[in-house]
């Protein structure tokens, strides 16, 4: 290494060096290097068939394809239903709204270099004008959707869910694969909220992000983070310092009483309240958010939201803003590098792939195909006139669970030879006993590894 002056700038110096690994580090380099390969979810997303991405259409706007539309279909509809038994309301607001909404919110003087605004250049200026903007979140939309009717203080809490449509204009530099994109969908929801009931609802919507990440076999993974404002610089944000310290007091409490390991991080937290960010690092080390849940305890008077309390004047409420499961696309990316592409039953677009041995069997796995379809299995049928041993390795390589070889002698016992991804070959079964077995793993979710 040598030493060079600074042309710009006499007093500082510039360093220039080579370094070199050692044997071992580089050993050690070179196994990171291939467990990055054999997990990246933007190489087997895409050798898999799950999304890709074209030029044309543009970055961070990814095509799902078949088979990873059948993984967030799943997903979506575990979560829908999952939000519904806690009590959740389901909601369908629209894609976009005037700039009216998101002046009211704040958005529009805080958030407006990442929001998609259309027709900004035209409409700038004009009094009558209309600007319309796609939406970066749904919070303004669901507030309306609670100011629809009067409420009592025996309505709240009001849990609100949908499954949201959102647009951010993110840098070309900051977008990878499916973990950032420029048009994502979100486990959104905003519960409202008496003050004597904002603890025991964010214990609630803790408790449900766990559970969806144990399901899923994440919670291993994940760090939590408690992110607080910046007491520096206060202009930045809604409220004063007492209303910060107490909301921020609230979520450790609930950290600290659920026995969570946590950092906290000042200057994260969101411009109307803190949050609790549920983190997770990729196959490059990026951290990134998963699951967040946000307390709000100043937008309820911008938006004019209210309830007549038990003595009959009108409150404000308070509002947690959460995700059950983040963003979808997100999500997808995590499982395929988590799971190397081979996903639990439960989520795989194909669960069971039937293998004739010969043409002379193909009617009876079109017969095992049906009747495994008609019960709820995500089932395939291999019809082409390829040996046996090649139909068996590439259904491997594509990861399928579960493969049912048949061949003359099953057919006539009326049974399935089973080959298991995880047991490896199990023998022959009868086929109503394979479908009560693979039924049973796909209701309970279970991991097998």
Same mark, same amino acid.
């Given at each position: 290494?040598?030493?060079?002056?600074?042309?710009?700038?006499?007093?500082?110096?510039?360093?220039?060096?080579?370094?070199?690994?050692?044997?071992?580090?580089?050993?050690?380099?070179?196994?990171?290097? +291939?467990?990055?390969?054999?997990?990246?979810?933007?190489?087997?997303?895409?050798?898999?068939?799950? /999304?890709?991405?074209?030029?044309?259409? =543009?970055?961070?706007?990814?095509?799902? *394809?078949?088979?990873?539309? &059948?993984?967030?279909?799943?997903?979506?509809?575990?979560?829908?239903?999952?939000?519904?038994?806690?009590?959740?309301?389901?909601?369908?607001?629209?894609?976009?709204?005037?700039?009216?909404?998101?002046?009211? @919110?704040?958005?529009?003087?805080?958030?407006?270099?990442?929001?998609?605004?259309?027709?900004?250049?035209?409409?700038?200026?004009?009094?009558?004008?209309?600007?319309?903007?796609?939406?970066?979140?749904?919070?303004?939309?669901?507030?309306?959707?609670?100011?629809?009717?009067?409420? @009592?203080?025996?309505?709240?809490?009001?849990?609100? =869910?949908?499954?949201?449509?959102?647009?951010?204009?993110?840098?070309?530099?900051?977008?990878?694969?499916?973990?950032?994109?420029?048009?994502?969908?979100?486990?959104?929801?905003?519960?409202?909220?008496?003050?004597?009931?904002?603890?025991?609802?964010?214990?609630?919507?803790?408790?449900?992000?766990?559970?969806?990440?144990?399901?899923?076999? *994440?919670?291993?993974?994940?760090?939590?983070?408690?992110?607080?404002?910046?007491?520096?610089?206060?202009?930045?944000?809604?409220?004063?310092?007492? !209303?910060?310290?107490?909301?921020?007091?609230?979520?450790? #409490?609930?950290?600290?009483?659920?026995?969570?390991?946590?950092?906290?991080?000042?200057? +994260?937290?969101? /411009?109307?309240?803190?949050?609790?960010?549920?983190?997770?690092?990729?196959?490059?080390? #990026? +951290?990134?958010?998963?699951?967040?849940?946000?307390?709000?305890?100043?937008?309820?008077?911008?938006?004019?939201?209210?309830?007549?309390?038990?003595?009959?004047?009108?409150?404000?409420?308070?509002?947690?803003?959460?995700?059950?499961?983040?963003?979808?696309?997100?999500?997808?990316?995590?499982?395929?590098?988590?799971?190397?592409?081979?996903?639990?039953?439960?989520?795989?677009?194909?669960?069971?792939?039937?293998?004739?041995?010969?043409?002379?069997?193909?009617?009876?796995?079109?017969?095992?195909?049906? !009747?495994?379809?008609?019960?709820?299995?995500?089932?395939?049928?291999?019809?082409?006139?390829?040996?046996?041993?090649?139909?068996?390795?590439?259904?491997?390589?594509?990861?399928?669970?579960?493969?049912?070889?048949?061949?003359?002698?099953?057919?006539?016992?009326? &049974?399935?030879?089973?080959? @298991?991804?995880?047991?490896?070959?199990?023998?022959?079964?009868?086929?109503?006993? /394979?479908?009560?077995?693979?039924?049973?793993?796909?209701?309970?979710?279970?991991?097998?590894?």
């Amino acid at each position: 290494a040598y030493w060079r002056g600074d042309q710009k700038n006499a007093s500082l110096s510039r360093i220039y060096g080579t370094a070199f690994y050692t044997k071992q580090e580089l050993n050690e380099y070179l196994i990171q290097l +291939e467990e990055i390969k054999q997990r990246d979810h933007n190489k087997i997303g895409r050798d898999m068939e799950i /999304f890709t991405t074209v030029d044309v259409i =543009g970055q961070g706007l990814p095509l799902i *394809l078949p088979k990873g539309t &059948v993984i967030l279909q799943t997903l979506q509809r575990w979560i829908e239903d999952e939000e519904e038994r806690r009590g959740y309301m389901r909601t369908k607001t629209p894609f976009m709204a005037k700039s009216d909404l998101y002046k009211i @919110s704040g958005h529009w003087d805080l958030y407006r270099d990442g929001m998609f605004v259309l027709d900004d250049n035209k409409t700038e200026g004009k009094e009558d004008a209309e600007v319309l903007a796609l939406r970066p979140m749904t919070c303004p939309f669901q507030y309306y959707v609670y100011k629809s009717s009067p409420k @009592s203080y025996r309505d709240l809490p009001c849990r609100y =869910g949908e499954t949201s449509t959102l647009f951010r204009k993110e840098e070309s530099g900051e977008m990878h694969g499916l973990t950032r994109v420029r048009q994502f969908t979100l486990s959104e929801g905003h519960i409202v909220v008496r003050p004597d009931q904002v603890m025991e609802e964010f214990i609630e919507c803790l408790k449900l992000a766990n559970y969806c990440l144990v399901t899923l076999g *994440l919670k291993e993974d994940i760090a939590y983070r408690l992110s607080k404002w910046d007491p520096n610089n206060q202009k930045k944000y809604l409220g004063g310092p007492e !209303i910060w310290e107490e909301s921020q007091g609230l979520i450790r #409490k609930v950290l600290q009483d659920m026995n969570l390991p946590f950092t906290e991080a000042e200057g +994260e937290a969101a /411009f109307y309240g803190p949050k609790l960010d549920l983190q997770m690092r990729n196959v490059y080390g #990026k +951290e990134d958010t998963m699951i967040t849940i946000q307390l709000d305890f100043s937008i309820a008077e911008k938006f004019d939201m209210t309830y007549i309390d038990s003595d009959g004047t009108k409150k404000r409420p308070y509002i947690i803003h959460r995700s059950s499961v983040g963003c979808y696309e997100r999500t997808l990316a995590v499982l395929i590098e988590k799971y190397k592409g081979a996903f639990p039953t439960w989520l795989c677009p194909e669960q069971v792939r039937v293998l004739p041995i010969s043409e002379k069997t193909e009617n009876y796995a079109k017969s095992v195909q049906k !009747i495994l379809q008609e019960k709820g299995i995500r089932c395939g049928v291999d019809l082409r006139a390829e040996k046996i041993g090649y139909k068996i390795r590439e259904a491997r390589t594509q990861k399928v669970p579960y493969l049912l070889v048949v061949g003359q002698q099953e057919g006539e016992a009326g &049974v399935v030879a089973v080959r @298991s991804r995880y047991l490896g070959d199990i023998g022959q079964k009868k086929l109503e006993e /394979f479908c009560q077995e693979i039924l049973e793993e796909i209701h309970t979710k279970e991991i097998k590894k």
